[in-house]
């Protein structure tokens, strides 16, 4: 408690406003913290380094909101952090579909590091830190790449799946050792022989090469399993 009065004191000297209002502002502060994982006292410490350096208090709750995710993805200082994604260009949080949320922190790309998950519209974002910048390491592009992962064998695994027609569904499975190391990828689906027959027989591939029924099967139950869908 001594520590949020004393992040009201220096917010308050930071603003010249009244304690109620500077009490309001750190009370938002603190629902953002939850969200993240953090503190109270640390994102009112990044709001009042961006207010002392004239930042109107708009501008302020923007930057702290990108400089604290940025920390959150890795070992960023909030206060160094610089960032080519900006976190307040997304809907967050707001309760619509195509909103955002705070979502996991999972080795996405198989390097010992955690990367942070946006959850959102199909399967959301995935972001990576390399450099002290944060990058877009995947992203759910509509009902045809809907993002999720998958640990399969041992690794984690992208996957994007398609199913938007009847009779068609199709899954590209992506396995990094860093982010910039694609080092295997499987594609696998199921579509109708004639697709003006939506009762007909269908055919399954896995990697271009048909395969039966029962073989895919087996293939889809292990994966689907495993997945982890992260739409929000």
């Given at each position: 408690m001594q520590e949020i009065d004393k992040s009201i004191v220096d917010l308050q000297m930071a603003t010249g406003d009244s304690y109620t209002n500077v009490r309001k502002l750190v009370s938002g502060y603190n629902d953002?913290?939850?969200?993240?994982?953090?503190?109270?006292?640390?994102?009112?410490m990044g709001a009042s380094d961006w207010l002392r350096q004239g930042k109107s208090i708009a501008d302020t709750n923007k930057l702290v909101q990108d400089s604290m995710v940025?920390?959150?993805v890795a070992n960023i200082s909030s206060e160094d952090s610089t960032?080519?994604?900006?976190?307040?260009d997304l809907d967050m949080d707001s309760g619509e579909w195509d909103s955002y949320s705070i979502g996991e922190r999972v080795d996405l790309d198989n390097d010992g590091e955690n990367e942070l998950i946006i959850c959102g519209p199909y399967g959301g974002i995935y972001l990576d830190a390399?450099?002290?910048?944060?990058?877009?390491?995947?992203?759910g592009e509509?009902?045809?790449?809907?993002?999720?992962?998958?640990v399969y064998n041992g690794s984690t695994w992208i996957?994007?799946?398609s199913r938007m027609h009847t009779g068609y569904e199709a899954y590209h499975m992506e396995k990094f050792e860093g982010a910039d190391n694609l080092v295997a990828e499987m594609n696998f689906h199921e579509e109708l022989v004639d697709e003006d027959n939506?009762?007909?027989e269908e055919k399954y591939t896995l990697n271009g090469?048909?395969?039966?029924?029962?073989?895919?099967?087996?293939l889809c139950s292990r994966i689907f399993a495993a997945e982890v869908t992260t739409t929000k």
């Open positions: 953002f913290a939850k969200q993240l994982g953090a503190t109270t006292t640390e994102v009112s940025l920390s959150k960032s080519a994604l900006y976190i307040t390399r450099n002290n910048k944060v990058y877009e390491f995947a992203v509509g009902d045809a790449l809907v993002l999720s992962y998958v996957m994007y799946s939506v009762e007909g090469t048909e395969i039966s029924y029962d073989e895919y099967f087996e």
